[in-house]
């Protein structure tokens, strides 16, 4: 949402961020509703272990792929910090690329091995096993969108931004507002006396 309408780039781009959360939440309440029958009321849900593991398994996936819009995928940076500009941008680009690549070779796998699932179920659930498991080249083929993507933005990017990444939480800006809000306070508190 951008000044309180919903934008449909914004949420494009997030999507699997959305759909990972829905994932994340849905697993913990039904760990936690696991755990409170399984302790509290002596009784196991044995549906839920297996629909817990499926979510599990689509919350990785889809958190890969959200992962690499964020720029937030397991990068080691030491050797980029220290090169010129133009080869931290080639290297940034092959990097993307290498992984890129290797996504492609790892899904067309995962798409042999779904194939063998056959018709075959899960076991309380009786979901189909192809179904559970499209997520794994599914996650894997939005990466390499997300890795094309973050390949052009990298082309246009100065020597300032290149290959940055906004922080999950900006402790600086933090302190800031922080500051201001205390500054705030004071300043009310002053003006009352």
Known sequence: MKDGKFDLRTFLDNIELYVAAICFIALTIML???VISRYALKHSITWMEEA???????MIYLGVSAAV???KHLRIDFLLDMMPFKIKRG???AS???FALFNIYVSFIMFNVIKLLGTSQTTMLHIPQRLVYSIIPLGILLSVIRLVED???LM???ESNLGTSKPSMDLDECEQIYL???AEMKGKKGGNK
């Not at 817990?52 to 689509?58: D, E, K, R, Y």
């Open 32 to 34: 936690t509703g696991q």
């Open 52 to 58: 817990a593991t499926i979510l599990f398994v689509w």
């Open 69 to 71: 819009t964020k720029r």
């Open 91 to 93: 290297m940034l680009i």
């Open 96 to 98: 993307n690329i290498i």
């Open 151 to 153: 390949t052009i933005k």
């Open 156 to 158: 246009k990017e100065d």
């Open 180 to 182: 201001r809000k205390q």
